[in-house]
């Protein structure tokens, strides 16, 4: 089937990054907005937009029904879900295959087995994956668990089957914490998914996170492209991925890459998808989910491989074969992202919603941002806080790396605070720049005090000049007491460039 008509069931800049790709593939597009976002740039972008509902989520950009009505309504083929949302809702992949419409992305049978720890652990068994020591299915005996953790040794990680992004997830040092730290988790568990059923693992000290990227068609074959380093975290989310790894050699990149592919098969998959390890210090690797969508850090894969994931994902729902062949790929070249989020680093990276007062890109070559605002907007307090992806590229590590301090240091924002400071001093940290870090990065090395508040040039300029203006004053006025007035205000040159 040849799809005309997208709709983007999404916003922000994911909505417009599937958009471009569709509109370079003479393919219309479909809008959907809430109310506090018939702004956005992806509503303007769009060939079609339509309203959905209030500002919540859960009255708009979730309520699968109004969405598949829209395409019923605009003649639409597919809809792509981009991340997050109903992109790992197997519920509404199995309504959009009902109502006769392409879902850009895996089937609902796969996002179901992946979309359960447990149950991808029990798909990828027969494929000599390897995993974690821990509990193969949910506890149910905190006797017998407690037996299995002082097997395992301490310490160990109570994490909720449906889990993501930290929530319903312990740490327990000793059997006197079992009780207490299992409590909590279910408590989490429940709360954030609906599921209080949690398992063990084994708590990998120093570790590392580690993601392959897989792309699958529906005719049997999958390959790989590759890692992505996505160590740097706070509150076990994301804030800064690369591609490739620093650490990798050859061999444990294809061990990596030829697990993924196999965790892909165990669950028939098509479409793009990402496959999660973590990496230990002596660089062992376990699996640890697979992500059934496209991830917020694909654009470093596609710089590195010359990959449009994007399109690669519109083919496979079209029923098309690969083209691309494993021995075809090859990594060229280095990737940084930076996701620049309003967030106050200072105060624990607590979102700080305000309105884009000063906000202009960094440009030049080697630099992609992937964003959905335009100054003067507002960002809104219902959704995820990302204002854009920072991506910069050069021929090796080093060179991204450069060249993402660059970016930064032109990045204009004011008006709320970002994370660009503390990416700024990721870029710069020895611990970054030599390859030797962990997942601890933030809790190790970074506190409110190392962000850089010395004056820029500018800023050194603009005092120079104030400097010289009362210099010559004075020297016009040599028989009377000078008086300045008031401390001139900081400037807030630092606070546009760094947030």
Known sequence: MTINKILVANR??????????????GIKTVAIFSEADRNALHVRYADEAVCVGPAPSSESYLRGDAIIEVCRRLGVDAIHPGYGFLSENANFARQVREAG?????????????????????????????????????????????????????YPILIKASAGGGGKGMRVVE?????????????????SSFGDGSVFIEKYVTSPRHVEIQVLGDQHGNIIHLFERECSVQRRHQKVVEEAPSAILTPEIREAMGQAAVGVARACNYYGAGTVEFIVD?????????????????????ELITGVDLVEQMIYIAEGKPL?????????????VEIRVYAEDPANNFLPDVGTLDTYVRPQGNGVRVDDGFEQGMAIPIYYDPMIA???????????????MIRAIDEYQISGV??????????????????????????SKYFTADVLDTKPDAEETELAAVFAAYLLDKQAAKPSQTQTVGPARPKSQWRTKRLG
Do not use: W
């Open 417 to 442: 605070q970002t994370t660009l400071g503390f990416c700024r001093f990721v870029m710069n940290h020895d611990a970054f720049r030599s390859g030797q870090f962990d997942t601890g990065f933030v």
């Open 101 to 153: 419409l392409l879902f850009i992305g895996p089937s609902p049978e796969s996002i179901e087995v992946m979309g359960s720890k447990l149950a991808a652990k029990a798909a990828v068994a027969d494929y000599d994956i390897p995993m974690v020591p821990g509990t193969p299915s949910a506890i149910t005996d905190r006797a017998e668990a407690k037996l299995i953790s002082a097997k395992i040794g």
């Open 281 to 301: 210090a002596n660089l062992n690797f376990y699996f640890l989910e697979m992500n059934t969508r496209l991830q917020v850090e694909h654009p470093v894969t």
């Open 12 to 25: 922000g800049e994911i909505a417009l990054r599937v958009m471009r790709t569709a509109r370079e593939m």
């Open 174 to 190: 000793s059997d006197a914490d079992f009780d207490e730290q299992m409590d909590r988790a279910v408590s989490e568990a429940i």
């Open 389 to 403: 992806k920072l991506i910069t590229y050069g021929d090796d590590r080093a060179a991204a790396i450069q060249k």
């Open 323 to 335: 083209t691309i062949k494993q021995e075809d790929l090859q990594i060229k070249g280095h990737a």
